[in-house]
């Protein structure tokens, strides 16, 4: 065996523990996301009941979004956990964070049975879980990329993005076994809430992370330069005085992140069930069919960006996802089983490539000392200002025009947006 592959090797040897820990922690964190996304509909009647569909699953996207405006509070607080106490210890407590609020939406009481508080209720349980989320995927994302080698930081960081769909995938095979054993009057009695009590089991993950894991080597050499006091305090003015431009560049470049990454996990589950009428079961099916799509996409987008460049590579997607957003809807417009599958397939190809090598991007351009904290608020701050009503975007465009393929329009937006960050970064470079 060369060198070279012994290397390889023995790196990968090292990265597993860190990879298998780390998309676990994610992925029951974003299961949640992918069940609330499956039994929307159920929520918008039990928690919000109107006598409107759409205004049901409106109010019940709003009460999702709450807790994505909340993330940008928890950016700041597990940024600053993170980048002064160890990465190690932010992920553990954003896990607990998760965990034990999402097993709490199992036992919320709804509209019939307090009224008006139970929609409060849940919207206050989302705010908790945005905390959370607002330093645990960004704190993943980070402990990937420090602990990889130069050349496979896309590759190794890309695990973080399949760690979200991994758990949407964990998430539509438990909605669907829900769907398949209760009656639709027993899912809307108590089915829908056995997913999210299953959550609980987030604590483990969190015990073994904080048992078995260390920090990275590069967070721990910076830690050996003994940041005194003042510099602790003044974490967030270094951060906006010296590094602006980073932040603002992080931002710009998770536009098409935030926007997508809903669409997708969130929005096209109720699109192929109310919109064009395929009914739950199919929507179902075809969700899960394709989020395994996405995540292997996923993986090899960073791969490749390892190989081509990252710049490259997502520019290439972003006017991809352009050009064809608005053909790939006409196509899913068709109402057929096979055309939602592939229209939607096709949007996930496109955007895995953007996505698989969004992480590295993203840590690339903030230096170890203020990396955390800079990378948790641009990207929470994206997702709260870009991504949070994208699904109830996406939903009143449909209902305001009568046109199933308006929703294109969004992707179209984001990625332009995202392009002109793209032209603007200059790989390699800290901002």
Known sequence: MSTASSKNESEFSKMKKVIISCVAGSALE?????????????????????????????????????????????????????????????????????????????????????????????????????????????????????????????????????????????????ATIMAEIFTPEQLESVGWRIPFIISFLGTFVAEYVKHKLEDPQEFIAQQQSKMDENQKKGLLRNLFRNHWKGVTLITITDVLTACGYFLIAIFFTTYFETVIHLGRESAFIIQTINMVVFGLSILLGGWLADRTGKRTQMLIACVSLMALAFPLFHYMGSATFIS????????????????????????????????????????????????????????????????????????????????????????????
């Open 340 to 431: 939602a599958l592939l229209g939607e397939m096709g949007i996930i190809f496109l955007f895995s490539m953007y996505y698989g090598p969004i992480p590295a991007t993203i840590c690339s351009m903030l230096p170890t000392r203020v990396r955390l904290i800079g990378v948790s608020i641009a990207h929470n701050f994206a997702m709260a200002a870009f991504g949070a009503y994208a699904p109830t975007l996406a939903t009143y465009l449909v209902k305001w025009t009568g046109d199933p393929t308006m929703p294109a329009i969004l992707f179209v937006i984001s990625a332009g947006l995202t392009a002109v960050a793209l032209f603007i970064w200059k790989e390699g470079r800290e901002y």
């Open 30 to 174: 974003w299961y949640d996301f992918a069940v609330y996304g499956f039994f929307a509909t159920i929520i918008g009647k039990l928690f919000f009941p109107s006598g409107d569909d759409f205004q049901q699953i409106i109010a019940s996207f709003g009460a999702f979004a709450s807790g994505l405006i909340a993330r940008p509070i928890g950016a700041i607080l597990f940024g600053y956990i993170g980048d002064i106490y160890g990465r190690k210890k932010a992920l553990v407590i954003s896990i607990y964070m998760m965990a034990i609020p999402t097993a709490l939406m199992g036992f919320l009481p709804t509209y019939e049975t307090i009224g008006i508080w139970a929609g409060i209720i849940l919207t206050i349980v989302r705010i908790l879980q945005g905390l959370a989320l607002g330093g645990g995927f960004t704190g993943t994302i980070v402990f990937l990329y420090e602990h990889s080698s130069p050349s496979k930081k896309a590759t190794y960081s890309a695990w973080a993005p399949f760690s979200l769909v991994t758990g949407f995938i964990l998430g539509a095979v438990v």
